[in-house]
């Protein structure tokens, strides 16, 4: 459930960046502080672990109204994706509100996404919030790596893999091109605050 700050009156409302390693959680974030830069109040954080690291920083979204007369601020966050690092990635799930799985195009990144889709579901339910409930948009990252002659899997396969029975709205993206980064996030926040403002009712 969002930590609600009564004497700042905000509601903050915490989305994760979750996908195997190197399937481009960073480079989603670090497009998203490049362009809203303005309605970015705080630095970028960034907590390196050994070849892969945790980023984070506070989102002013405008135009999104109010959840009960309260202002809404967004925390993204992403998480490391190598397998070593799951003790930091179930800590930055913990109290969260909604999850962009950031999937890896590349075919030689296939087996990397399933599993860590599964990871996900897993780290999910020690907090007891199931995948299927909590809300969650796919991003098919990388599209753009087709130019450069780069394999890559058919989104029919993407989706049979990674979305056939989760139906999460899924985005083709390039985040180094920045093409559906702020699609995927519009798409996540108004999700997440939709089923928020269910919860509080």
Request: glycine content about 14%.
């Given at each position: 459930m969002a930590f609600v700050n009564l004497k700042n009156k905000e509601v903050q409302v915490k989305i994760v960046y979750y996908g195997p390693g190197r399937g481009g959680k960073t480079t989603n974030l670090e497009y998203i502080y490049k362009k809203f830069h303005s309605r970015i109040k705080t630095e970028m954080v960034t907590i390196k672990t050994q070849g892969d690291r945790t980023l984070f920083f506070d989102f002013l979204p405008l135009g999104l109204g109010k959840i009960k007369g309260y202002d809404i601020k967004i925390q993204l966050y992403t998480v490391p994706g190598q397998v070593k690092y799951n003790a930091t990635r179930k800590l930055v799930l913990k109290?969260?509100?909604?999850?962009?799985f950031v999937a890896?195009?590349?075919?030689?990144?296939r087996k990397h996404n399933i599993l860590s889709l599964k990871n996900l579901q897993e780290n999910l339910a020690t907090y007891n919030k199931s995948i299927f409930k909590i809300p969650l948009v796919i991003q098919y990252n990388?599209?753009?790596l087709a130019k450069q002659g780069i394999p890559l899997l058919a989104i029919s396969t993407l989706q049979k893999d990674l979305n056939s029975k989760l139906k999460a709205p899924a985005l083709e993206a390039s985040a180094l091109e920045g093409k559906n980064v702020a699609e995927t996030l519009k798409r996540i926040i108004l999700l997440t605050v939709a089923s928020l403002e269910r919860e509080l009712r």
């Open positions: 109290g969260v509100d909604g999850i962009v890896d195009s590349m075919v030689v990144r990388k599209r753009d």
